[in-house]
Nanobody, 114 residues
Framework: QVQLGESGGGLVQPGGSLRLSCTAS????????MAWYRQAPGNQRELVVS???????NYADSVKGRFTISRDNAKKALYLQMNSLKAEDTAVYYC????????WGQGTQVTVSS
């Protein structure tokens, strides 16, 4: 059973930045396309950005130019640098494969508010 652990969330003012981290227990991490997802209250979980094993990325239009995904296969880690945060970025953020087929972690809460 793969275990995913997200961290780095918090409360930040509009325009601020956060860096999220995700670690995976799976040794085959490097072979998978990985992604960040988010779920805001009352909404379905949505795909934010993905990165394949070659480093090719695909961003949702809502975060293009503000968020940057990266990965460290040696550490089995995934990162999300979030800049110029907006209130609408408020959500619980999760990492998983894309498409998602590992068990979801507990996520990390990001709250953007003044």
């Amino acid at each position: 059973q793969v275990q995913l652990g997200e961290s780095g969330g918090g409360l930040v003012q509009p325009g601020g930045s956060l860096r999220l981290s995700c670690t995976a227990s799976r040794t085959m991490f490097s072979l998978h396309t990985m992604a960040w997802y988010r779920q805001a209250p009352g909404n379905q979980r949505e795909l934010v950005v993905s990165i394949d094993r070659d480093g090719n990325t695909n961003y949702a239009d809502s975060v293009k130019g503000r968020f940057t995904i990266s990965r460290d296969n040696a550490k089995k880690a995934l990162y999300l640098q979030m800049n110029s945060l907006k209130a609408e970025d408020t959500a619980v953020y999760y990492c998983n494969t894309q498409p998602s087929f590992w068990a979801w972690g507990q996520g990390t809460q990001v709250t953007v508010s003044s």
